[in-house]
Nanobody
Framework: VQLQASGGGSVQAGGSLRLSCAASVRTIYSYGMAWFRQAPGKEREFVTAIRGNSGQTYYEDSVKGRFAISRDYAKNTVYLQMNSLRPEDTAIYYC??????????????????WGQGTLVTVSS
């Protein structure tokens, strides 16, 4: 599946952004989908994931209560709503997908498809 991420930009601390990830499949219903991010000089890290079928969501601790992942089946799109942004959220954000859920959902190596990344810059 091909993924197209969009929505990045520059905001001040405390601001909001919504990222989108459009998938080129008939339906994303059974797909586990996630967002990862990579800051300059750091390794790629897990941000959030949404499980196929059930829609159960998972978040990295530092974004809980600030970020929200959701999906629109009609548009085959997953969203990442980011509120109360902090300078430490600055990174390239990548969406990822796999057709069946993996219990180690926070491990990037378990995802088959990746979007091209979209840059989020948060200034203080």
């Amino acid at each position: 599946v091909q993924l197209q991420a969009s929505g990045g930009g520059s905001v001040q601390a405390g601001g909001s952004l919504r990222l989108s990830c459009a998938a080129s499949v008939r339906t994303i219903y059974s797909y586990g989908m996630a967002w990862f991010r990579q800051a300059p000089g750091k390794e790629r890290e897990f941000v959030t994931a949404i499980r196929g079928n059930s829609g159960q969501t998972y978040y990295e601790d530092s974004v809980k209560g600030r970020f929200a992942i959701s999906r629109d089946y009609a548009k085959n799109t997953v969203y990442l709503q980011m509120n109360s942004l902090r300078p430490e959220d600055t990174a390239i954000y990548y969406c990822a997908a796999r057709q069946h859920w993996h219990i180690y959902y926070s491990d990037a190596t378990n995802y088959i498809s990746w979007g091209q990344g979209t840059l989020v810059t948060v200034s203080s």
